[in-house]
């Protein structure tokens, strides 16, 4: 990685800092995302910077020796939540709003759900979301323990074949590495609708069990405020599937 510091040009940021900085955005999935509209990129290259953690993470990881772990404790904000992969942010956009006093972090590797989302920002003036395009992983290492109210993970790529197993997203060090960071237990909530991955979640936290205790595990209900959330929560009920709720 890098040793480099961050150059302070105010333009393009997240194409200066991908060149920079490749590896903190490293993602095994879709690697070509639709083309950003010049609508959107004008839109990226002008708002980015002002809702984007990625310097602040990068920075950190960069400048470990220099650098205090990101702290989101401002007065304004009650609690602090973070979604993982939020997709087109459709979840995200809606739980911001809906709480004005918590602040939302989303982390998300397709740009153009970042760009979706940034759209939201400044159209509705949303002022409690900040955003990262970085591998998430790098997000959770830069944040100070105990100091994240609620994680959210909808509907992780499944990754279904065997030898992709290890791409999952729910590892037991990323289960460590989440659980470090929030404040108190059964905060991680991860939805699914693959038998197989729940069936993974469950013999990790088996063989983990001083860390995550027993699992809460239930079938979300259409009347459960997470049931149908997203868009793949969607696509799985349409096509016939269940929806789990793991809280960890
Ligand atoms: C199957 S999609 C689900 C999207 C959305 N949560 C939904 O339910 O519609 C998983 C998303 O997670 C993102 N993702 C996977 N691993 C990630 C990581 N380590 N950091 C950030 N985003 C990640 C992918 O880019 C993808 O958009």
Redesign the pocket.
């Given at each position: 990685m890098g040793k480099n510091r961050l150059s302070r040009e105010n333009i393009d940021l997240l194409h200066r800092l991908k060149t920079q900085f490749p590896d903190y955005y490293k993602?095994y999935?879709?690697k070509i995302s639709k083309k950003l509209s010049k609508k959107s990129l004008d839109l990226m290259n002008e708002y980015y910077q002002a809702f984007s953690l990625d310097e602040e993470i990068i920075n950190y990881h960069e400048l470990k020796k220099f650098n205090k772990k990101l702290i989101f404790t401002e007065a304004k904000f009650n609690r602090v939540n973070i979604e993982?992969?939020?997709?087109?942010g459709?979840?995200l956009l809606k739980s911001a709003l809906a709480n004005p006093d918590e602040l939302f972090i989303g982390?998300?590797?397709?740009v153009n759900?970042i760009a979706k989302v940034l759209k939201e920002i400044v159209n509705l003036s949303i002022h409690n979301l900040k955003l990262t395009n970085?591998?998430?992983?790098y997000l959770l290492q830069s944040i100070q323990s105990n100091s994240v109210d609620k994680i959210y993970i909808?509907?992780?790529?499944p990754w279904k074949k065997k030898r992709h197993h290890k791409r999952r997203?729910i590892s037991a060090d990323n289960l460590k590495l989440f659980n470090k960071v929030i404040k108190s237990k059964k905060s991680i909530y991860i939805t699914t609708d693959s038998k197989d991955y729940l069936k993974s979640i469950k013999e990790i936290s088996k063989t983990n069990r001083e860390f995550f205790g027993i699992l809460d595990i239930e079938i979300l209900s259409d009347s459960n405020c997470l049931y149908g959330v997203?868009?793949?929560?969607r696509k799985a009920i349409e096509n016939g599937g269940k929806i789990y709720l793991v809280r960890i």
């Open positions: 993602y999935g879709r993982i992969g939020f997709g087109n459709e979840f982390s998300e590797f397709y759900g970085l591998n998430s992983i909808l509907n992780p790529d997203l997203s868009r793949y929560q």
